[in-house]
């Protein structure tokens, strides 16, 4: 079937689209880290003030917030997450409302963008008349793609609004490694992927690995917050997790979200191994794409055990999920374009 040379040039235009829509959120999504960051620190140091006062008044001692082991805190509870809350100034309360400005704005260029990538995806199949994933630049414009619409479902409330710089900086990365030194035209895919298990194999993969992506920076981020306590942040590390939530919250983000993607994943590994009895008169043969496949999925079934295991520490289970999300980066990447094997179609056209 002969490409359409313009549904082809509006997939490439929507697809950079993106990606400078991604970018401008990106900028608009530390703008408002930093702003509430500033609204924090104002609303800190305001309570300080008033707590000496008291101290003076009542000639009493005790701490005004505090922080739990585990980094959840007790210092603010909702207010510290939501915005403004009654006891705080005019001048703390316009900082949270500024923040949240720039934060509704930051989400609307993201949302906008999220539409034109999933346009950029939709034409580039149209164009060829076939699923639009057939090579790594493809596949990255997918994985990207259902990353961003599962975060975007995840990530509603104004708790975890914080979480999308974190998020959108690998995304923009991604994208913008894939759209120039990836890059492959839209061409018919070679005829080893002409097969109906072709589009079963990499959607159930490329999804679970977009929520995995999720997954992997909730983790890094509730290191980062269990370091630096809600309430008891300390130099530039906790003034860069100031604004982060609660570790709880982070580890129920990495969580749940890996429960997701675990069977996800494992079923794009069995219908991998389908595909390979069809194509290959064998459903294993330990090629190295298929070995680290499952090698990851066996590292996110270590996480996954480790997580509900009484006893283990939280911060051992994250760092089997960063392992498993690193493994999955190596397999993306160094197997697809390094290692010779019965996969290689699946990089560069």
Known sequence: MPVNQTLAQYSDWSYFTAFALYALA????VAYYV????????RAEARSETAEKVLVGSGAGGATTTADADGTGTADSAADRYGPAEHDSHEVAQKFRKATAIGEMAETVLYIGVAVHLASVVLRGLSAGRFPWGNLYEYIAVFTLFAMVIASVILRRNETRVF???????VAALMFYGGTSLYAESAPVVPALQSIWFPIHVSTVSIGGGIFLVSGI????????????????????????????????LDAIAYRTAIWAFPLFGLGVVFGAIWAEVAWGRFWGWDPKETVSFVTWIVYAGYLHARATSGWRNAAAAWINIVGF????????????????LHSYAGLN
Request: glycine letters at 6%.
């Open 218 to 249: 909730a983790s890094l981020l509730y290191l980062l917050r269990i370091k630096q306590p809600k309430g008891a942040e300390k130099g530039r590390l906790g003034k860069l997790a100031m604004p982060l939530p609660t570790a709880k919250t």
């Open 164 to 170: 999308w710089p974190w998020l959108l900086t690998p």
């Open 26 to 29: 990106l900028l608009l999504f």
């Open 326 to 341: 690193a493994t999955m980066v190596f397999n993306l990447f160094f197997i697809n374009m390094v290692v010779s094997g």
């Open 35 to 42: 702003r509430r960051l500033s609204a924090l620190e104002a």
